[in-house]
């Protein structure tokens, strides 16, 4: 019974779900190094002053967002057993146990990563000290929202003391830790939650949300009362972080109370620069996690025997391939131009999820639909990909289409439809071969305009071309040809606005 129920809410959360213009995709919790490097320390061994942080987390637009226009907020929670300051307030509780960054200029494509946290704006952290010293991959390139670090004023600072020196410094004064943003315990969950503006209080629900806590190598755990739940929930008083409706979450209740007690597994390393990748499939469509988020990690900064050895991931690693977070078939454009008497269809994904094809359906009278073309897709891919196809015969008038893309598990999904007149109203094309003699009937229905009329073979090859003025109404065209041999050919006839073709067989 205790299955059935947990089912039941599963799939009840994934039906009530809000929509989330940004969505958590990945943390670095754990990078190579000092967590919460000082700002302003030098590594005098080899000249580098340091930036502040290397945690971070990585975040998804799920639409184009200008920041100035419409800004968000992102805050970090790490709740230890150290934490001093009081759950009373939840997100917003500040000092030691959370820290806010306002999002406010800039912007972001929709589909497109970005990152909140270490100044550094390193994938993985760094290795070695004044004796030696190198950084991870630089990945500034991303759009980047960096946290405050206070500046170091000891005159002499160690290594020891720099850490204990390090001062998160978050904005609206949520925020002053010398611990850095995100936790690495097993049994003391820490998370980030995403809000829609920078107003936040105790009773705010933020728009998404992911914690993560436990032991092992990927998917999820259940926190309780073994693993940190009394760090992030308190029953007595009812305090701790109000949760967003989201593919784990009921922001009917707090993290760690009721159902609300699913947590990201935690790669049990330390220092080594394992970057949490949450997966998932977010329908932007409706709004839904189609694939709830589940662990998996990849290591961006591997240190082999010391600073000159070690070996640096790069930002595909961590936005592409298994594990990422993905959105569906995002199709951005699609269009239909009438070209002479043929009509060309393009379309544009901004990014694609297990697609197997797009096929073409048509209708002339934008009810009934039927299948003419099918193009392959690109499978899974987070770069814009184009498409395009032509139909050879469209209708006269109005033509509709439609896409159906096919999934390679068998799902499909509607574009919306779009409609494009040619220019084959009234218009009569035939074409006749008698004895050496060509005669073509056409009907133009424009102004009078010079065309092109072109005799080839089935390989295209010109046998036979000439310029014809071309009146208004029927016009009866008639030449003679050379000897023909027995085949295939092709008489066509090309206006300023109109082109037609026809084939003809000589026995």
Same mark, same amino acid.
């Given at each position: 019974m205790k299955k059935i129920s947990t089912l039941l809410f599963f799939y009840l959360? @994934?039906?009530?779900? %809000?929509? =989330?213009?940004?969505i958590v995709t990945g943390l670095m919790y754990d990078p190579a190094g000092y967590d919460a490097e000082t700002r302003g320390w030098t590594q005098t061994g080899v000249n580098y002053t340091n930036k502040g942080g290397f945690e971070y987390v990585q975040l998804r637009a799920t639409q184009a967002i200008d920041f %100035?226009?419409?800004?968000?907020?992102?805050?970090?929670?790490?709740? %230890? =057993?150290?934490?001093?300051? %009081? @759950?009373?307030?939840?997100w917003v509780?500040?000092?030691d146990r959370t820290v806010k960054v306002n999002l406010t200029s800039g912007s972001v494509a929709k589909g497109e990563f970005f990152y909140v946290g270490g100044a550094e704006k390193v994938i993985g952290g760094y290795t070695g000290s004044n004796a030696g010293f190198i950084l991870s991959t630089d990945i500034s390139d991303a759009v980047w929202f960096p946290v405050a670090y206070a500046q170091f004023t000891n005159d002499a600072p160690t290594a020891a003391n720099a850490v204990t020196n390090s001062i998160v410094v978050g904005d609206d004064g949520i925020g002053n830790s010398t611990n850095g943003l995100l936790h690495n315990s097993m049994a003391e969950p820490s998370g980030v939650a995403v809000f829609s503006g920078t107003v936040v209080d105790k009773n705010t629900s933020p728009i998404d949300a992911i914690f993560y806590c436990g032991t092992g190598t990927s998917g999820t755990t259940t926190i309780d009362a073994s693993i940190g739940i009394n760090y992030v929930y308190n029953s007595t008083d009812d305090w701790g972080y109000k949760m967003p409706d989201n593919d784990w979450y009921s922001s009917s209740l707090l993290f760690g109370q009721g159902t609300n007690t699913t947590a990201m597994v935690r790669y049990e390393t330390t220092d080594q620069s394992y970057f949490m990748k949450l997966g998932g499939n977010y329908?932007?469509?409706?709004?839904?996690w189609d694939i709830p988020r589940s662990a998996s990690y990849v290591q961006v900064a591997i240190k082999t025997g010391g600073p000159a050895n070690m070996k640096i991931g790069t930002r595909a690693m961590i936005e592409t391939n298994n594990g990422v977070t993905t959105l569906p078939v995002e199709l951005v454009d699609f269009n239909a131009k009438a070209n002479y008497n043929t009509i060309q269809l393009s379309w544009i994904t901004a990014s694609e999820k297990n697609n197997l094809r797009f096929d073409i359906l048509k209708s002339t009278d934008g009810i009934t639909f039927n299948k003419i073309d099918e193009i392959a897709g690109h499978g899974t891919t987070q770069t814009p990909q184009q498409y395009s196809t032509v139909d050879n015969n469209p209708a006269k008038e109005i033509n509709y289409y439609q896409l159906r893309q096919v999934d390679t598990d068998g799902k499909t999904s509607l574009s919306k439809v779009i409609a494009v007149k040619t220019d084959l109203a009234a218009a009569t094309f035939a074409v006749n071969y008698t004895n050496n003699n060509i005669t073509i009937l056409f009907e133009n229905s424009k102004k009078e305009t010079p065309a092109n009329i072109n005799l080839t073979d089935i390989t295209g090859r010109s046998i036979l071309a000439f310029k014809q003025n071309i009146t208004t109404g029927i016009n009866n065209i008639s030449f003679n040809v050379p000897y023909l041999p027995s085949g295939i050919y092709v008489v066509s006839l090309v206006t300023e606005n109109s082109k037609h073709a026809a084939k003809i067989q000589v026995r």
């Open positions: 959360a @994934l039906a009530i779900q %809000s929509k =989330s213009q940004i %100035s226009t419409t800004p968000y907020a992102v805050i970090f929670c790490r709740n %230890s =057993s150290t934490t001093t300051t %009081s @759950l009373q307030n939840g509780a500040g000092g329908n932007t469509q409706t709004q839904q």
